[in-house]
């Protein structure tokens, strides 16, 4: 029998709020280590109460994209973004880190904790300097359902946490990639998914995003702009062929029912349904790279 709507209660839940807990071994169900390091230069942590519990994208240096349930009613100040981690045991003393704190934090207004529509959050950083917008990485713009099989394609997602329902979360970045699940199967099998959201996983489990990986991206590789932006690279160093691989995010990670379940995917906010709001918000669309 298919659920209605999200029971906190129950299994069904959002993908947030994990302890930290250091611990060797793969987190994100059926992952491998991110490498290599820095792979995904837009992804961030976000600490709440010096306790990294989500991630999420960065756009600039003034704006960060996660989801709404990782703020659980928390004021601005209890947030710090940490961009450019790959080990949360490793952050002291690491030059590649940087930390924001956050001056204040846009909910989508028609964001719904009981029905989890609207899982979508902006976060404005505290930084006096001049935007600087994030290279090598777009949101899609597109009108694309996602609502079909695209075993073909695998779609990338990123994060700290757990690499099962009971199990800890990671102190190093993991990595998994999953397809797009037929979303009437989806619907038929889980919830009332709307079209705002996205399904994502394999029928027979196994891979999936776990409890602590919220408000982080779902990305592809845009692969024919990263042969353009490859072809104007004057040094082949890892750092440059890493920002020279542009990367477009088509969903964020919101909630599922466990992790790998068989037959149920996890369930993503749909990015493009969102790109005028966002628009109102920070002043663009972000449908373009910057390289």
Known sequence: MGLDAPNFDSPLFARAKTNLAASNGERIVGGTVVN???KYHFFCAMSVDSQVSCGGALLSNRWFLSA???????????????????DLEKIKGNKSVVRYKVRN?????????????DD??????DVNAPEAVHPGYYLDCSDDPYEFDDEETFYKIMGFGQTGY??????????????????????????????????????AGGKDGCLGDSGGPIVVEDKA?????????????????????????????????KCAEGKYPGIYTKVNKYIGWIRS??????CEPVN
């Open 36 to 38: 290599p390091v820095g």
């Open 68 to 86: 709404a349930h990782c703020i659980d009613g928390e004021p601005a100040s209890a947030f710090e973004i940490i961009c450019g981690v790959h």
């Open 105 to 117: 934090i846009n909910v989508h207004p028609g964001w719904n904790k009981k029905v989890m529509q």
């Open 120 to 125: 979508i959050a902006l976060f404005e950083l």
């Open 166 to 203: 009971e199990e800890d979360t990671s102190t190093v970045q993991m990595e998994v990639g999953l397809p797009i699940y037929n979303k009437t199967t989806c619907t038929a099998n889980y919830v009332k998914i709307g079209d705002k959201q996205i399904c994502a996983g394999y029928s």
């Open 225 to 257: 702009k990263t042969r353009a932006a490859k072809a104007k690279l004057r040094t082949t160093s890892v750092a440059s062929t890493i920002l020279a691989t542009v990367y477009k995010q088509i969903g964020i990670v919101s909630f599922g029912i």
């Open 281 to 286: 918000i920070t002043g663009r669309d972000w």
